[in-house]
């Protein structure tokens, strides 16, 4: 079976709570960012907060965005590691349910990895990952022959905190660009980008067309102080460009268009989990779909738009999936 869109990444269950800004601001992370935990650690902090109401949900970066583009429609297939445990199967089966190509849980028993997200009252996500058995995927995980048959492949930058599982992407982009097929990449997070950036520009510029980044991953990345500065440097190493703002929309380019201006969908955010997952998803629908670079865009942005409504990583319900009526709802339309 041949799919449109086969992405790769830390398969993870997120374990998502709101809380009060005190309580992020008095633990060791970088609010809004993602910072690599043990399950004890986010035990404790479960503990503290015990009387909160818990949402569990299938999760992960490269995840959330092939689900999102299966729910538009999109033949998608992930690849990731489970273990054969309670949260193992509840991952299996979400991404069965909707219609994802998924290897399904592995042989052990207990590992699956968790985000602990703690979501503060301005909406807000800051992550606590552990990676549990998704820390073990390794290129011999990588099937061949899935990703030769593909349209694009799409990588996420959290691959990178870990030996085996950045040479699982590397040999994912290899072999994709070995057989013609379209490599799409995510910097993920500002953490990420920090320690790894010599690694991470070199691979953008020898192996991905399509990069996908929020502008403090963009500034973190090129070192430049300015949104402006930092795209188009980085539109010189890509073949196309995405680069999500926040409230201010987000900007893409490519070899026709220096720079096209997307402004956001106007929604009440309750929780930013999963924003730039979605807003990829939705992007890359549209390029797989043949429809020009702002459109594309414009699908990114209302997915974005949408998920943020609610808690969790992936498409509320109630989201349009019918592209033009979601084109026709762009506010600049």
């Known amino acids: 079976m041949s799919y449109d869109l086969v992405g790769i990444g830390n398969a993870l269950v997120d374990i998502e709570v709101q809380v009060s800004e005190d309580l992020v601001g008095n633990l060791e992370v970088t609010k809004g960012g993602m910072t690599l935990s043990t399950k004890e650690n986010q035990d404790q902090i479960l503990a503290r907060i015990s009387d909160h109401t818990q949402k569990i949900v299938s999760g992960g970066s490269a995840a959330n965005t092939i689900h999102g583009f299966s729910t538009l429609g999109g033949k998608g297939y992930y690849l990731g590691r489970v273990a054969d445990d309670t949260f193992g ?168 268009h220096a720079k096209i201006r997307i402004d956001p969908f106007q929604v009440q955010a309750v929780d930013t989990t999963g924003a730039g997952d979605l807003y990829a998803a939705g992007s890359l629908y549209g390029l797989i779909h043949n429809h020009s670079l702002k459109e594309s865009a414009i699908l990114g942005s209302y997915c974005a738009a949408q998920v943020v409504t609610h808690l969790g990583g992936r498409m509320p319900a109630h989201s349009h999936t019918h592209i033009p009526t979601i084109l026709d709802l762009y506010p600049g339309a």
């Open 89 to 256: 199967k509840h991952y299996t089966d979400d991404m069965k349910d909707c219609g994802v190509g998924f290897p399904g849980p592995d042989s052990k028993t207990d590992g699956t990895g968790t985000c602990l997200i703690l979501i503060t009252p301005d909406s807000e996500r800051t992550m606590l990952t552990h990676l549990g058995i998704s820390s073990d995927l390794h290129p011999d995980n990588v099937d061949a022959t899935i990703v030769k048959e593909a349209r694009t492949v799409y990588i996420e930058g959290y691959l990178w905190t870990g030996d085996e599982t950045r040479q699982a992407a590397m040999k994912m982009a290899a072999v994709a660009r070995h057989s013609g097929v379209t490599v799409a990449f995510t910097l993920s997070d500002a953490f990420v980008v920090n320690t790894y950036k010599d690694s991470l520009i070199d691979f953008i510029r020898w192996k991905v067309d399509i990069l996908f980044c929020n502008n403090v991953e963009a500034r973190a990345i090129t070192g430049k102080e300015k949104d402006e500065q930092a795209f188009a440097e980085l539109k010189g190493m890509v073949d196309i460009l995405f680069m999500t703002r926040g409230a201010e929309g987000s900007w893409a380019a490519n070899s026709q």
